[in-house]
Nanobody, 127 residues
């Protein structure tokens, strides 16, 4: 069982930055691939970024590429999402998600690929 707790959300002006954190429980954090997703009111949850269990591979949605950076600290059992040049359309609840690494291929963009989810943190970008 893995518990995920997001933090770092808030209200920021367009062009500003925020750094989200997702702290996890358990002693096997380094065995999990991690993802960030977001959900705006009335919309489906959408993929933002993914990082492999080792941190050696990252993958981003086109809408955030070049502005957001996903990283992880396996010693601290935490995954981060650095968000720069924020836009009003980035406003959403941001969720982190975990998938146990067992080899094989999967669609990192698909919410069904992840077994564990945090409760979310609100990010609001004003224009």
């Amino acid at each position: 069982q893995v518990q995920l707790v997001e933090s770092g959300g808030g209200l920021v002006q367009a062009g500003g930055s925020l750094r989200l954190s997702c702290a996890t429980s358990g002693r096997t954090f380094s065995s999990y691939n991690m993802g960030w997703f977001r959900q705006a009111p009335g919309k489906e949850r959408q993929f933002v970024a993914h990082i492999s269990s080792s941190g050696g591979s990252t993958y981003y949605a086109d809408s955030v590429k070049g502005r957001f950076t996903i990283s992880r600290d396996n010693a601290e059992n935490t995954v981060f999402l650095q968000m720069n040049s924020l836009k009003p359309e980035d406003t959403a609840v941001y969720y982190c998600a975990a998938r146990y690494y067992s080899g094989g291929s999967y669609n990192a963009r698909d919410t069904r690929a992840y077994r564990y989810w945090g409760q979310g943190t609100q990010v609001t970008v004003s224009s």
